[in-house]
């Protein structure tokens, strides 16, 4: 190959064939069918399914199409719009892996230059690059003289110089996904694809991600509901047995026996029982539950892509509610990841914020603005706008906001490189050759012997003293200064200070407030930063993160810890500062192995592996296409405050979905009573098969809806973190269930035995027609209670209209079944008066439950869900 002009169509051909092409192979994307199948494994659908199976095989005889058709619907709605959601979201990511994928490059071949996708480069490809080119490929510099910004690969912030040679070493090896950040050269490709560090990261990425706390916590629901079906069905199975062989007969021995010994009546009434037992087991299952997980989890990922969170995994969202530990950039997420220049400081230490204060200091302002005008790599095109040129350079343009329009003549530039730590730019000026430098003020201010007043004149300047404990002070800040002076000379000698430049990446106003979010929400958040120590604990102050018992340690003084060490600090470490790569990984091995929920913030291809780990991965929107894959969520706005929206979306999707389970786990509890206790009174299935298909769908598709919308409200960023390990199912519900769920149960009994209130009604069918309306209202009125624990049922219920409307469609609907339901739901038209009982009567579930909450007050122990 020549290296003047480039591989041939050829050579193109048999090094793509022998070394394959440069694209990075995709983490296999699950198809449609695959994300739908994978969804029926969640852990409360498995129990359906299981449901379904013994419902198939046990109750073959007296088959019940409608409870199975039900059982039907709810796995396959719950699924499907799970698989839908993420597949969406998923679609939602390729599209924006597809837009970055279509940058170009410029290569040499066939002794010309060729633009082409870096997906086309191949190994031995002679790339051309200049500031702003992204690297395609692993390679080195074989011409030119370049700095490059590394810090997507390293973690290392500043920018690196790089010399060519035809031997591979440290100083011109390029890493595909860094930037040029100043300077031209030709890179020879060593590497494509998967070979290079980019696609070997990318690549590792293919690990199975851990699982949620959500599926852990529900996973543990899943064994609870098993046990409670379990004993249910034993239970009823018992008094089933029971009332046929000893209550029917009297407690007469003799009788007894006679039906023990009758192997056909007792094989009968065993099949019967077990048939009973069955059935509890599919009652006590929740089966609106998946469904209901899967339209909160899927609603709210549509508001968040709203606040600029884009959700690639739904259960994403609820793990953020979890975390524990936030393991955050400072760069771009805490401050804007934008250079800025805050102030000019002139020789005299008096600081002007804009450029148009220097108006009265005429001479100054103008060599002020020749000095960044002209001693610059960035440009003003037509439009105004600044082009070309490194960050550095484009922010101190920015500065003086306009073009010069002078007579001036450049006769010589020395571009800034980080090896000399300065630039400068020789002008003639109406005859006159000014030197104009511009660098780092240990370089410029050593060689300075005098200075421009603010009237323009130039003064011996005596002592440095000052402004060297300035340019001291303002670094500790996390400030840079670029100092500026003027020379007669080519050389850097006597030198005349014009002043100093401060530029500050500054940070986000939304900063402050989202750092206090979190730390309120009992969040311990720790920056992980390439910066120095006293640059790191400058922002950390300012921003609140860090106060006078917290820990600040850098990556050397990390590494000297042991694991033990570190479990022991981690509560107190705010600031890890000068950071490797290594370090953020580490941190979220230690942290998960203190069995607590971390979540970490990432952009570059080195933070992939951390983001892969922890249990929530937010990615940068402005972060490599590595870091995005390897995420949970998506912060698009590269904002903190996002992360702090992101934790409040979490922690109310996981009590919406608590509320859920009281108002489902009571209604199957008062089911499973009366089926339990039904035999022992002389009570039938009190609903008829149309009924149970209403209930159903009332109990798990409508409660379902009503709870998915459920507010996100600021009082839940003060709570605490639930565990890892924590039952979805606390001591505040356990004891609603129960006491709510058996009051229903009583109020369902008494009602069925009392002749009195039998006796209210005309006859037989319209009781039975006022007990369906019973048992749906107590559903209804239950629904208020399960969605708070205030007293005042309405609190905040005009922030959920969905639920309002559905439990008004519920009502609605109820008395339409009631009144002209017919014989297929087997309802008959009550009058007001018996309308007015079964409301009062199921009203009550109301007040009873006041009684519980008051009294949970009374002893200090509201709780909550």
């Known amino acids: 190959m020549n290296y003047k002009t480039g591989l041939t169509d050829k050579e193109v051909i048999y090094n793509q064939e022998k070394y394959g092409n440069n694209e990075i192979t995709k983490i296999d994307k699950n198809s449609f069918i695959k994300k739908f199948i994978e969804a029926l494994g969640d852990p409360i659908i498995k129990i359906l399914i299981i449901a379904l199976c013994i419902k198939t095989i046990f109750l073959f005889k007296s088959f019940d199409w409608f409870e199975t058709i039900g059982i039907v619907i709810a796995i396959f709605i719950a699924s499907f719009i799970s698989t839908i959601s993420e597949y969406g979201s998923e679609q939602a990511f390729i599209r924006m892996q597809e837009e970055a994928s279509k940058i170009k490059c410029r290569v040499k071949r066939n002794n010309k ?62 890493y595909r996904g860094s930037t040029v950040y100043f300077g031209r050269g030709n890179m020879l490709v060593k590497k494509v694809g998967n070979q290079t560090l980019y696609g070997k990261l990318a690549v590792e990425l293919n690990e199975k991600a851990p699982d949620s706390p959500l599926k852990i916590k529900l996973q543990s629901l899943s064994k609870i509901i098993c046990y409670i079906g379990y004993i249910g069905a034993a239970l009823v199975t018992l008094s089933h047995l029971f009332y046929k062989i000893i209550i029917i007969n009297n407690f007469e021995v003799n009788k007894i026996m006679q039906t023990l010994t009758n ?60 975390m524990n530990v936030l393991l955050t950039d400072k760069t771009g997420t805490l401050t804007k990841g934008e250079l800025e220049v805050i102030c000019f400081t002139d020789s005299q230490l008096n600081v002007y914020n804009d450029i148009n204060e220097l108006k009265k200091y005429n001479k100054l302002s103008n060599i002020l603005k020749k000095s960044i005008y002209y001693n610059n790599s960035s440009i003003f095109d037509e439009n105004n706008n600044i082009v070309n040129g490194n960050n550095t350079d484009k922010t101190i343009l920015k500065f003086l906001k306009e073009k010069l329009i002078e007579d001036v003549k450049i ?66 800040k996390g400030i840079r200064v670029i100092a500026l002076s003027t020379s007669k000379t080519s050389e850097l000698k006597e030198m005349t200070l014009v002043g100093l430049l401060l530029i500050k990446d500054e940070i986000r106003k939304e900063s402050k407030e989202a750092i206090e979010l979190i730390s309120n929400a009992h969040i311990d958040t720790i920056m992980i930063t390439g910066d120095n120590k006293e640059t790191a604990l400058s922002i950390a102050k300012e921003i609140n993160l860090f106060h006078e018992s917290d820990l600040v340690l850098t990556s ?124 022992f009174i002389n009570i039938d299935t009190p ?11 009332v109990m798990d598709t409508l409660a379902g809806l009503a709870f998915s919308f459920e507010p996100p409200l600021k009082e839940y960023m003060i709570e605490y973190p639930k565990k890892k390990g924590d039952s979805i199912i606390n001591k505040y519900m356990f004891q609603e269930i129960i006491f709510t769920g058996f009051y229903s149960s009583f109020l369902c009994i008494f009602f069925l035995k009392s002749n009195y209130i039998f006796n209210l009604f005309r006859d037989y069918n319209h009781f039975m027609s006022a007990f369906f309306g019973l048992f749906i209202f107590i559903g209804i009125f239950n629904c208020f209670n399960a969605r708070t ?77």
């Open 556 to 679: 050397d003084e990390l590494n000297s810890k042991t694991d033990e060490e570190i479990k022991k600090i981690v509560p107190k470490l705010k600031i890890v500062a000068r950071a490797l790569p290594s370090d953020k990984s580490r941190l979220v091995k230690i942290i998960k192995d203190m069995n607590l929920v971390v979540g970490m913030t990432g952009d570059g291809v080195n933070d992939a592996p951390a983001l892969k780990k922890a249990d929530i991965g937010f990615a940068m929107g402005s972060g490599t296409e590595v870091a995005k894959e390897a995420s949970d969520i998506v912060i698009l706005d590269d904002n903190i405050i996002s992360i702090a929206k992101s934790i409040l979306f979490g922690r109310t999707i996981f009590k919406s979905i608590r509320k859920f389970i009281i108002f489902q786990l009571t209604v199957n509890l008062c089911a499973i009573s009366l089926s339990i206790i039904g035999p």
């Open 789 to 865: 624990e205030r007293l005042n049922l309405f609190s905040n219920l005009y922030k959920n209209k969905i639920f309002i409307l559905v439990i008004l469609f519920i009502f609605i609907v109820q008395l339409i079944l009631i009144y002209h339901g017919g014989s297929l739901f087997r309802t008959i038209a009550l009058n007001n008066k018996e309308l007015e009982i079964i409301l009062f009567l199921s009203l009550t579930v109301i007040p009873v439950d006041w009684f519980r909450k008051i009294y949970l007050r009374n002893v200090g122990k509201i709780g909550g869900v």
């Open 113 to 174: 230059i060729k633009e082409i996708n870096i997906s086309d480069v191949v190994t031995g490809d002679i790339v051309l690059l200049d500031t702003g080119d992204k690297i395609p490929a692993d390679g080195i510099l074989i011409e030119g003289q370049i700095d490059v910004d590394e810090s997507s690969i390293t973690g290392e912030a500043k920018e690196i110089n790089k010399t060519s040679s035809f031997i591979q070493n440290e100083k011109n090896s390029l």
């Open 411 to 476: 006769i010589s530039i020395n571009p800034f490189n980080s090896k000399n730590k300065y630039s400068n730019v020789i002008i003639n000026e109406n005859n006159n050759m000014i030197n104009l430098i511009k660098g780092a003020p240990e370089k410029i201010i050593s060689n300075v012997t005098s200075y421009y007043n603010n009237n323009g004149n130039i003064s011996k300047l005596f002592s440095k003293t000052k402004i060297n404990e300035y340019v001291n002070n303002v670094t500790k």
């Open 263 to 322: 192997f056909p009546l007792m094989l009968g009434h065993i099949l019967y029982a077990l048939t009973l037992s069955v059935t509890i087991i599919i009652v006590a299952v929740p089966e609106g539950l998946p469904m209901m997980i899967t339209l909160v989890l899927s609603s709210n990922m549509k508001k968040m892509l709203k606040n600029n969170i884009l959700v690639r995994k739904l259960v994403g969202i609820e793990t953020a509610g979890s």
């Open 687 to 697: 609903v008829t098969v149309i009924q149970m298909l209403w209930i159903n769908m």
